[in-house]
C-alpha cells in the first residue's frame, strides 16, 4: 500500500471517530432535562448562578432553609428563605407558636408557649369570668381593671369616687357668662362684680354719677363736688374722683386737680376703701374709723345717697396729724 492510500485511510478513521463522538454526546443529553436555563453538557446540567441540583431544580443551593422553606431570589438577584405560615427569621428556623391558634374572647395567646392566656381581669377554663364584677360600683359605675391588674370603679360622668359615690353637682351646669357654678349645690352665682339673673350687670355701675359731698371732720365741715368713676384696676373697683376736696387744698400736700380713691365694691349698697396713699399726696386714706371698725360705705337703694366713715393720716406735719370723719355723698 502506498503511501497516499495510508493517508486516505488515517484521515476517513478519524472523520468516523469525530462522528461518532458526536453522536454519543447527543444521545448522552437525550432524555436530560435542564431546569431554570440550564444546559446540558454530555449528559451532566450546567446550571446558571443561583441554581443548582441534578437538573437545576434547587434555587440558591448555598442556602439551608429549615422547616420546608424553599430558596428565592428577590428582585435585587439575592437568595433568600421563602418560609411557609407559621415560620420565621433568615432560614425559617423560628417558629410561631401562636400560628393558627384560636383564643377564647378575652384571651390572647402566649408566643413563648403557644398556649391561650386570660386577659388581664378575666379568669376561668374560657376566661369568661370577669374578677372586677363584683365591686360595689354606685351610680351607674362599672367594674375595670387598670393595667397593673387592679380592679376599680370607672365611673360615669359626672361622678366620682371609690364607689362613684361623689356626685359632681356642677356636672352639664351652663352657667352665663361672669358667673360660676358652685359645686357644693349645683347652682350658678355671679363672680364678684356682677349681678342680675343673667350675671351682665356690673354692680359698681350703680354708684356711677355725680355728687354733693360733705365731709364732717373735727378739723371742719368739708363742701365738694365729686364724681364716681370707673376703675382701670378691675370689674370690683370704682373711683371717686374729686373726693373730700383734698385736690383744692395744695398746702396739704396733694396737687391743685381732682383728688381720686379706689374703692372696692362687696355688692350693689356697700363697698370699702382699702388703705392707699394717692399719688403725690403726704396721705394716707381708708375707710372705717380708727381702730378700723365700722369699714364699709353704704348706699341707700331708693335715694342713692352714699355715706361712710373714713380716717386721713397726713404725714407731712409734725407731728403727724389723723382724724377721723364721716361722709355723705348727695347725688346731683
Known amino acids: 500500500m502506498n503511501q497516499r492510500l495510508k493517508i486516505c485511510f488515517a484521515l476517513l478513521f478519524a472523520a468516523l471517530l469525530a462522528v461518532g463522538q458526536v453522536a454519543c454526546r447527543k444521545q448522552a443529553c437525550k ?52 418560609c411557609p405560615p407559621g415560620f420565621s427569621g433568615e432560614l425559617c428556623q423560628i417558629q410561631n ?26 379568669t376561668g377554663p374560657n376566661c369568661d369570668i370577669f374578677i372586677c364584677a363584683s365591686l360595689p360600683c354606685l351610680n351607674g359605675g362599672q367594674g375595670a381593671v387598670n393595667t397593673a391588674g387592679n380592679c376599680y370603679c370607672d365611673c ?21 357668662t361672669n358667673a360660676e357654678c358652685d359645686p357644693t349645690d349645683g347652682e350658678c352665682y355671679c363672680n364678684p362684680g356682677y349681678e342680675g339673673s343673667d350675671c351682665n350687670t356690673q354692680i359698681r355701675s350703680k354708684y356711677f354719677a ?41 398746702a396739704a400736700g396733694c396737687p391743685a386737680n381732682p383728688f ?48 361712710f366713715t373714713y380716717t386721713v393720716f397726713f404725714t407731712n406735719t409734725n407731728p403727724p396729724f389723723g382724724e377721723v370723719c364721716d361722709a355723705v355723698l348727695i347725688p346731683l
Do not use: H, M, W
Not at 156 to 176: H, I, K, M, R, T
Not at 222 to 240: A, D, K, R
Open 31 to 82: 432524555d436530560v432535562v435542564c431546569l431554570n436555563g440550564g444546559s446540558c453538557v454530555e449528559g451532566d446540567c450546567n446550571c446558571p448562578p443561583l441554581y443548582g441540583g441534578e437538573n437545576c431544580q434547587t434555587v440558591c443551593p448555598s442556602l439551608t432553609c429549615q422547616n420546608g422553606g424553599q430558596g428565592a431570589i428577590d428582585a435585587a438577584n439575592n437568595c433568600y428563605c421563602n
Open 97 to 122: 407558636l401562636c400560628y393558627n391558634v384560636q383564643c377564647p374572647a378575652n384571651a390572647t395567646c402566649n408566643p413563648n408557649t403557644g398556649q391561650c392566656d386570660c386577659n388581664t381581669g378575666y
Open 156 to 176: 360615669p360622668a359626672g361622678f366620682s369616687g371609690a364607689s362613684c359615690e361623689v356626685q359632681d353637682l356642677c356636672y352639664n351646669v351652663q352657667c352665663p
Open 210 to 250: 355725680s355728687y354733693n359731698g360733705q365731709d364732717v371732720c373735727p378739723s371742719g365741715t368739708y363742701i365738694y363736688t365729686c364724681t364716681i368713676l370707673t376703675s382701670p384696676q378691675g370689674v370690683e373697683y370704682f373711683i371717686i374722683q374729686g373726693f373730700g376736696g383734698f385736690g383744692n387744698a395744695p
Open 260 to 307: 381720686n380713691i379706689v374703692a372696692k365694691v362687696v355688692d350693689s349698697n356697700r363697698f370699702i376703701i382699702e388703705e392707699q396713699t394717692p399719688a403725690a399726696c403726704n396721705l394716707s386714706i381708708r375707710s372705717g374709723d380708727a381702730s378700723g371698725a365700722d369699714n364699709l360705705g353704704l348706699r341707700d337703694a331708693n335715694t342713692g345717697i352714699i355715706s
